[in-house]
């Protein structure tokens, strides 16, 4: 299946760019005909990397858009697929006619069969599922085929619908045995009374389906996912903004967002958590974790959840954020395979809980800061007030007032942001020179370089990264690594994004638009490499110590996605490593040599392999005792790494003086999320491993000889 692993960044960093491509007028009274017209010129002019629209890319772009229209087979007929295969090798051709036959046809029969299911799906849940059948039912439909009759199509949604109707019927006896045994004299619901309201919920929950998204949908909606389908050909970071999607776009940059507070990745069929915004509901909560999945989504006016499994994760956002004040019921699928309902209580997330945040530690007599940066962001109408850099900047200062000897700079998790701000950012720890290399297509190579001869910080210095860290990340931790200016600690390689865009509103295309607002397009317009003049792109930057995490086995690199640009060099730049180390290697040796007998360590390694092997699991029993018998050996094997969640350090980390003042001033909740924060701290075996190597490492001058820079 065709993967999308965009995350749903709050923060995305992206400007609005003007087009400098060469002039040309566009004008076709149809509006489809014209987005096409104009996003194929904007593709071949203006791309890092364009392709070429020939047979390849029909044959591509014909699988891929099948493929996402029609992702579970639970739509097209074997037949109906022939009948598309006749376009296969001509949809280029098409395109540069500006002819959309192709997704006429598709679309037209799409809604067709639509209509047809609806019907089929009624009558599947107008009869009880038998649960004492050995039968299967497979998950992953790469390894299905089209239906050739209405007799298979029946039976397919058959076994999806029993598949997500087991679940509510495990619920609901085990919901049963609670209530018995708080009430001995309560009667049990008979077995035929469970299936049929399990039955029910699953009906109320697809008409819901339905209803409000797929009759929801219109024409340009449809035809947004096939011009995206064709951009995504490009490169996985080239993507159509529908005029919706602009909308939200512009409100996600606006700061503020009504909702749980989670940032939120499609897998497969599922909607993954990939962050807990500090101080938002899903984290107040307590109950959510990165990594739970989505499965069903219940309102607190409806009695009945909606199954969000398969659903484009645009549309099943919509269910999931909503206003301030409104409950919302979220079905959560744990790692460990189990099953739980938790209650959420909508809010506005202010995006400055998304900035950096800054800790002190005390290690063997002496004081170490850490700092916690989320995303590289910034607000482009006030740069010099409202980026990370110099966030970065002022809790340096604001450690080092504490006397802190050395720096933990935590970048895992963080998915990039502003070319500047890393740019500025890494100059915090150099004298001078240069910071990454970025390219354009034809193009001399751009050495973008810190000219700022005053540093922040010439202490001891080690960067944590995973393999999310992502775009700026990589960028930063590359620069460090290549200077030996810090010790990079994390996964084998992080996550491999090496190039940059822009958003281009493609309503500026036009000099007089009367078709109506056209949306915009992100668009691949650069790459950017190492100051060694190494690509980051798919090789990532590799850890000195290279440590297992949650996300050592599992798919979530660059390399994993489709389409992605190849890994290229170029010339290295000049530059001068970092002198004041004596002992760089022999530090990264020790630490190596510890992680290695870590047990800890090795547990999560054995529970991320865990892991993995249930993510591999496609295949389910829709017998009710085997299905459960399986719920529980998960549950029961999941035990094993409760240890993990329980692992303690000796470590105690507290806020810095300027912190505390705030803290002793503030009527919100900061004082809580900062001993939250602390609290993870002194669980996190990677930080623990940070100060070791902060300790190891020897500068040549003393800590109390480092500049201080003025604001």
């Known amino acids: ?56 890319f029909s044959e591509e772009l014909f699988s891929d858009y099948i493929e996402i229209v029609d992702p579970v087979k639970r739509y097209f007929y074997e037949s109906d697929y022939k009948d598309f295969e006749k376009y296969k090798l001509t949809i280029d051709d098409q395109l540069k006619a500006t002819d959309i036959t192709f997704f006429n046809v598709v679309n037209e029969r799409m809604l067709k069969r639509i209509e047809e299911v609806k019907a089929i799906y009624k009558e599947v849940l ?52 609670r209530t018995k045994e708080k009430n001995p004299d309560y009667v049990l619901k008979s077995e035929a009374q469970i299936e049929k309201e399990a039955r029910e919920a699953t009906l109320k929950s697809i008409n819901i389906y339905f209803e409000d998204y ?31 999607g602009k909308e939200d776009f512009d409100q996600r940059m606006s700061g503020k967002l009504e909702g749980i507070g989670a940032r939120l990745q499609k897998r497969m069929d599922y909607i993954k958590i990939v962050e807990l ?23 607190e006016d409806e009695e009945f959840p909606v199954d969000i499994v398969g659903m484009r994760i645009n549309d099943a956002i919509k269910y999931i954020k909503g206003p301030k004040g409104t409950k919302v019921t979220l079905t959560i699928k744990k ?35 850490i700092i916690n940066l989320p995303a590289f962001y910034v607000d482009f109408q006030d740069y010099k007030n409202i980026n990370a850099a110099k966030d970065v900047k002022h809790e340096i200062e604001r450690l080092k007032e504490d006397g802190i000897e050395g720096l933990v700079l935590d970048l895992r998790n963080n998915g990039g942001g502003s070319l500047p701000a890393v740019v500025d950012m890494a100059g915090l720890f150099i004298k001078e020179g240069p910071v990454v290399q970025v390219r354009s297509t034809d193009q001399p190579k751009e050495v973008l370089k810190d000219r700022d001869k005053s540093i922040s910080w010439d202490g001891p210095l080690v960067i944590l990264v995973n393999e999310i860290s992502a775009s700026a990340s990589e960028i930063m931790a590359a620069a460090m690594q290549d200077y ?104 990264v040796e020790n630490s190596k040599k510890r992680m290695s007998t870590n047990q800890q360590l090795k547990l999560i390694e054995e529970n991320a ?103």
């Open 484 to 587: 030996k200016r810090a010790i990079i600690i994390g996964g084998k390689q992080t996550y491999g994004k090496g190039t940059v865009q822009n958003v281009i509103d493609l309503n500026n295309m036009l000099r007089n638009n009367t078709s109506g607002d056209l949306g915009a397009l992100a668009l691949t317009r650069q790459k950017y490499y190492r100051i060694n003049g190494g690509s980051v792109q798919l090789e990532g930057v590799k850890s000195d110590v290279n440590v297992p995490g949650r996300f050592s086995f599992i798919d979530v690199g660059e390399k994993d996605k489709d389409n992605p640009l190849p890994y290229d060099e170029i010339d290295a730049a000049q530059y001068t490593p970092w002198e004041h180390y004596f002992d760089y290697e022999a530090t």
């Open 214 to 244: 797929i009759d929801d949908q219109r024409r340009e909606d449809w035809f947004a996912v096939y011009v995206n389908t064709i951009v995504e050909e490009f490169d996985p970071h080239t993507y159509y903004l529908a005029p919706k």
């Open 609 to 711: 392999k865990w892991v993995k092997s249930k993510i591999d699991e496609t295949v389910y029993s829709l017998n009710y005792k085997t299905y459960k018998d399986q719920l529980e050996a998960n549950e029961l094997e999941s035990k094993k790494f409760e240890a993990i969640s329980n692992y303690t350090t000796n470590l105690t980390f507290e806020s810095h003086g300027f912190e505390k003042a705030l803290i002793a001033q503030d009527t919100t909740d900061l004082k809580e999320k900062r001993e939250r924060w602390h609290v993870s701290l002194s669980k996190d075996v990677y930080v623990e491993e940070a100060l070791n190597v902060l300790e190891d490492l020897k500068t040549s001058y003393p800590i109390k000889k480092v500049a201080t820079v003025q604001n």
């Open 277 to 299: 915004i500090s101080g938002g509901p899903a984290w107040r909560s307590n109950e959510l974790e990165v990594e739970d999945v989505i499965l069903k989504v219940k309102q």
């Open 335 to 369: 790692v460990d395979g189990t099953v739980k309902d938790i209650e959420i209580v909508r809010d506005v997330v202010e995006l400055v809980e998304t900035y950096a945040k800054s800790s002190i530690v005390e290690k063997d007599n002496k004081k170490f800061g």
């Open 126 to 177: 107008s009869e009880p599922f038998d649960y004492t059948i050995d039968e299967e039912f497979e998950t992953n439909y790469e390894n299905s085929s089209f239906v050739k009759n209405k007799r298979e199509m029946k039976d397919r949604w058959r076994k999806q619908l029993k598949f997500s109707t087991l679940s509510n019927y495990d619920d609901i006896i085990e919901e049963e045995k």
């Open 1 to 56: 299946m065709k993967r999308n692993f965009k995350v749903l960044s709050l923060l995305l960093v992206l400007a609005f760019a003007s087009c400098s491509f060469t002039s040309k007028k566009f004008s076709n009274p149809d509006k489809d005909k014209l987005l096409i017209q104009i996003i194929t010129f904007v593709l071949e002019q203006g791309h890092f990397d364009p392709i070429a629209f020939d047979d390849a």
